[in-house]
């Protein structure tokens, strides 16, 4: 007899641990010797289960911190605090209620994305298709433009960054790139890590159950929480990327969700209906990937809690990171 671990995976990933039990009980009941993954993933349940709380991921040496989401309902999009700069994808406005979940503190750093890399020997998008975008001055104007050579090692400028700078968040990173990080961390420790729904970024930048209704992702005062520039002129946040947890956190005490890096969410882009949803995760299909918060090269406006932005799936530039969530 094969084990239904569809079912018994189902529920460990929903983190129902008490009917995965049960599940694998009558499992036993015909095969006695069991099966070992499956009773350390439910002993694992078990434990954060029981907790429900902030926890690090400490695998390799990550110490990666986790924030506990609680599960509530919010009104996503363009609602009244986003005053008169929402953008027609934003709207309409539509009620969403959500299961609980772990949102990562910070974004991935380049110490962690170091770690993924050392332990698999992962090449980026950036690395096998021979460069990324800059946010740079070309002529005296500040564009986007393809460099050569650039990957995760080289921080805003193009310059290899030293180990001093670990604690930045980690660039020119893709949608690819970001999910074959979370699917490495998903296999290696047993848990449902993944990239954080569209819903699930909005929700946890709101302040989840704790918001205080600001426009930004923990205060109404930007320059409180994020570090953010001009789109115009690639000026403040002095051009470039600053280490994580250096600004205020928001109401659920997770750090830069609004400014510092452009951040990858899991959805295909597409716009949004008047209905109510449930755990919504997007369209089925797309040609471009979500992104979420604003970043050091961008205008406040992009830092708002309900901005939304597009970009394909391979795209990598010094203005993209991603953080993860286990759900």
């Not at 750090?255 to 452009?262: H, P």
């Amino acid at each position: 007899m094969r084990l239904k671990s569809g079912n018994i995976k189902t529920h460990l990933d929903r983190g129902n641990c008490e009917d995965a039990k049960e599940t694998y009980a009558l499992y036993k009941e015909r095969v006695p010797q069991g099966n070992a993954e499956v009773e350390r993933r439910i002993a694992e349940c078990g434990k954060v289960a029981r907790k429900k709380q902030d926890f690090t991921e400490t695998a390799f040496g990550l110490n990666m911190r986790m924030i506990y989401v609680e599960g509530g309902t919010f009104t996503m999009g363009c609602t009244g605090e986003q005053g008169s700069e929402c953008d027609d994808d934003e709207k309409p406005a539509h009620l969403v209620m959500l299961s609980g979940f772990w949102m990562g503190e910070t974004e991935v750093t380049v110490g962690q994305f170091r770690v993924f890399v050392s332990e698999t020997g992962y090449r980026t998008d950036a690395e096998k298709e021979g460069g990324a975008w800059r946010w740079m001055q070309v002529n005296g104007e500040w564009k986007w433009k393809q460099v050569k050579g650039l990957y995760w090692i080289h921080d805003v400028n193009g310059n290899a960054r030293n180990r001093s700078e670990d604690n930045h968040p980690v660039l020119y990173i893709s949608w690819n790139d970001a999910n074959a990080f979370c699917e490495w961390l998903a296999r290696k420790t047993g848990k449902n890590f993944r990239l954080p729904t569209e819903a699930e970024w909005e929700f946890a930048a709101r302040g989840g159950n704790k918001s205080r209704g600001y426009k930004y992702a923990g205060s109404n005062y930007l320059n409180d929480i994020a570090w953010y520039g001009n789109i115009n002129s690639g000026t403040t946040a002095n051009g470039r990327t600053h280490s994580v947890k250096t600004k205020s956190p928001n109401e659920l005490g997770i750090y830069d969700m609004s400014g510092n890096v452009l951040e990858w969410c899991e959805d295909w882009y597409g716009g949004y209906s008047s209905a109510s949803q449930t755990d919504p995760t997007g369209p089925e299909s797309g040609s471009f990937r979500v992104l979420r918060g604003g970043g050091w090269f961008g205008g406040a406006q992009h830092c708002r809690v309900s901005n939304r932005i597009a970009d394909s799936p391979g795209s990598r530039s010094n203005g993209s990171v991603f953080r993860v969530v286990l759900h």
